[in-house]
T-cell receptor, first 115, second 112 residues
Framework: GAVVSQHPSRVICKSGTSVKIECRSL??????MFWYRQFPKKSLMLMAT?????????EQGVEKDKFLINHASLTLSTLTVTSAHPEDSSFYIC???????????FGAGTRLSVL | GQQLNQSPQSMFIQEGEDVSMNCTSS?????WLWYKQDPGEGPVLLIA?????ELTSNGRLTAQFGITRKDSFLNISASIPSDVGIYFC????????????FGAGTRLFVKA
């Protein structure tokens, strides 16, 4: 159990376009999902906390208009990188929280490359 | 703010050796978690610890929740090449809502 599916696993896009990344909890309901960014050889950097049915909570320094988060159901959260630029290239990872356990289970990550 | 100090930053070991890594903090945590991340993948949960002093094993892995609730260690016995990866500790606080803080990671390299 506790499977989190993240899609796509890799995306290459042109500068100025928008990219949507999906995070789904497959066998449990997740009222809270998290979006992280990871730079090469670095730890996980929390970008935002996504709560079902309400606005996401963004960490300091993360532009909410740049990284749009939608958590419309208990099993799906999406991250949209708007007007992507090369500096947005990174590894983005989502996680979902099982309410009763308060443990985060991670997706496999999305490698975004902006040309 | 709360911080976790994870060490060592990296380890180069021979296959068959035992490995130990730890995390410390000045904050008291409710839960300690250990994850492993393979290259190009998301972290996978290895062990979760809920009580001070708790010692839990998962195969060749053993982790303990420190008595003071400010530290945890992870041991890997008889390492094998597939143990290669980044190991992250994570401490969880209840600050009116649960907040999880990740360590910087320990990169493990195993030489066959």
């Amino acid at each position: 159990g506790a499977v989190v599916s993240q899609h796509p696993s890799r995306v290459i896009c042109k500068s100025g376009t928008s990219v949507k990344i999906e995070c789904r909890s497959l066998d449990f309901q997740a009222t809270t999902m998290f979006w992280y960014r990871q730079f090469p050889k670095k730890s996980l950097m929390l970008m935002a906390t996504s709560n079902e049915g309400s606005k996401a909570t963004y960490e300091q320094g993360v532009e909410k208009d740049k990284f749009l988060i939608n958590h419309a159901s208990l099993t799906l959260s999406t991250l949209t990188v708007t007007s992507a630029h090369p500096e947005d290239s990174s590894f983005y990872i989502c996680s979902a929280d099982i309410l009763a356990k308060n443990i985060q289970y991670f997706g496999a990550g999305t490698r975004l490359s902006v040309l | 703010g709360q911080q976790l100090n994870q060490s060592p930053q990296s380890m180069f070991i021979q296959e068959g050796e035992d490995v130990s890594m730890n995390c410390t903090s000045s904050s008291i945590f409710n839960t300690w978690l250990w994850y492993k991340q393979d290259p190009g993948e998301g972290p996978v949960l290895l062990i979760a610890l809920y009580k001070a002093g708790e010692l839990t094993s998962n195969g060749r892995l053993t982790a303990q929740f420190g008595i003071t609730r400010k530290d945890s260690f992870l041991n890997i016995s008889a390492s094998i090449p597939s143990d290669v990866g980044i190991y992250f500790c994570a401490g969880q606080l209840n600050t009116g809502g649960f907040k999880t803080i990740f360590g910087a990671g320990t990169r493990l390299f195993v030489k066959a």
